[in-house]
């Protein structure tokens, strides 16, 4: 036997009946797991989750703020005027009665002016108080004062336009000023409401 070759092992496998040699050991096999304890505690009772919080209502914007408060205000001019009419159509009417007595042949036409000034006294009452309520409620986000509010500054602004060309007279300075003022604030409330038309829906639903 030279070093080269390496030694013979002195312990032979054990062969099996048939000549072959035995089969390897078999792994160690792993260790069981313990049964799992069918008396354990049920699994806790189903929660659904929490339904997600409603969002509040949307904040009034400024612009309809602006548009509530000149309504209201212009409202309360017109009630102004409407008032001092209806004191002067009083006044003209009880100067008629005193023309009837004194000169018959006047007395319709002086009573004839004293109803057209009622009547437009009545007419500026009526509408003073109505742009006066829409503008609460536009504040309050109804649909119907946001269309009245609009239909009311359209009239009015192409019912002040006129006052911008009376710089004939002594005081066309000053109308052509207020007249200026009016349309402006009522093309402001057509703007401003006529662009708010999402808030005025989603307060209404």
């Given at each position: ?14 062969a ?6 035995a089969p390897?050991?078999p792994e ?5 797991q ?6 354990a505690?049920?699994p806790?009772?189903?929660?659904p ?13 400024g ?14 001019l017109i009630?102004?005027?409407g008032l ?6 009083a006044f ?6 005193q ?10 036409m002086?009573?004839a002016?004293?109803g057209v000034?009622?009547?437009v ?18 504040l ?17 602004g ?6 911008l060309f009376?710089g ?8 052509i000023?207020v ?5 402006a604030?009522n ?9 708010t ?7 209404s639903?």
């Amino acid at each position: 036997m030279t070093s080269s070759e390496p030694p013979e092992s002195d312990q032979q496998s054990p062969a099996t009946p048939s000549g072959q040699p035995a089969p390897p050991p078999p792994e160690m096999a792993a260790p069981e797991q313990p049964a799992p304890d069918m008396a354990a505690a049920p699994p806790p009772p189903y929660v659904p989750p929490a339904p997600p919080a409603a969002a509040g209502p949307m904040p009034r914007p400024g612009m309809v703020t602006g548009a509530g408060i000149a309504m209201i205000v212009i409202g309360a001019l017109i009630v102004l005027f409407g008032l001092i009419a209806l004191i002067a159509g009083a006044f003209v009417g009880g100067a008629a009665n005193q023309i009837n007595i004194q000169a018959p042949g006047f007395s319709g036409m002086a009573g004839a002016v004293a109803g057209v000034i009622i009547v437009v006294a009545l007419i500026l009452l009526a509408v003073g108080i109505l742009d006066i309520v829409a503008g609460a409620n536009v504040l309050g986000g109804r649909s119907w004062a946001r269309i009245t509010g609009i239909v009311l500054a359209v009239i009015l602004g192409l019912l002040s336009i006129p006052g911008l060309f009376g710089g004939g007279s002594n005081n066309g300075g000053g109308g052509i000023f207020v007249s200026l003022i009016i349309v402006a604030a009522n093309a402001f409330i057509v703007w401003a409401l006529a662009t708010t038309g999402g808030w005025f829906a989603a307060r209404s639903t």
